[in-house]
């Protein structure tokens, strides 16, 4: 009997604690999710076609930042390599030193001259905000 009640007191020992843990668990959860922006709203991304060439806009919002070195871009497929303007030198905590655009980057993508019809755009980034978030990349796709 006495084994018995020192069982029960142990799982109720135990179940209290895990209860208290998810608990925490649960509002730091929740601390998180206000304290961080939702990844479109950190890095709104507009695109827009432009004669033979497509613009690509994002407007960062404060306290993020995207990584140069994380821009990938694609038409159909086929790897772009457009010219962009340089970013600012940081070090940082996930990636050593990087090049970084805040506030805002624009790039301007050719359309090839062989495309005629109807291709897509795959543009893929990834950045952080300062408060201690590494947002994963990011892809988008768009038909042009």
């Not at 799982?11 to 730091?28: E, I, Y």
């Not at 140069?68 to 038409?75: G, N, T, V």
């Not at 970013?87 to 980057?105: A, P």
Request: one cysteine or more; charged letters at 25%; hydrophobic letters at 40%.
């Amino acid at each position: 009997m006495k084994h018995s009640i020192t069982f029960i007191l142990i799982v109720v020992a135990v179940l209290l604690d895990v209860s208290t843990v998810d608990g925490q668990l649960k509002k730091a959860g929740d601390l998180l999710d206000s304290q961080f922006l939702p990844v479109d709203e950190a890095f709104l991304l507009s695109v827009q076609v432009v004669d033979q060439s497509v613009e690509l806009r994002w407007d960062i919002a404060p306290g993020h930042y995207l990584y140069r070195s994380k821009l990938d871009f694609e038409f159909d497929s086929v790897a772009q390599s457009p010219e962009i303007a340089p970013g600012e030198s940081r070090i940082d905590e996930y990636f050593g030193k990087v090049e970084v655009y805040v506030g805002e980057l624009v790039v301007n993508l050719a359309i090839p001259d062989d495309y005629d019809e109807i291709i897509e755009l795959r543009v893929t980034y990834q950045g952080c905000a300062e408060a201690g978030l590494c947002y994963t990349p990011q892809t988008r796709e768009f038909p042009l």
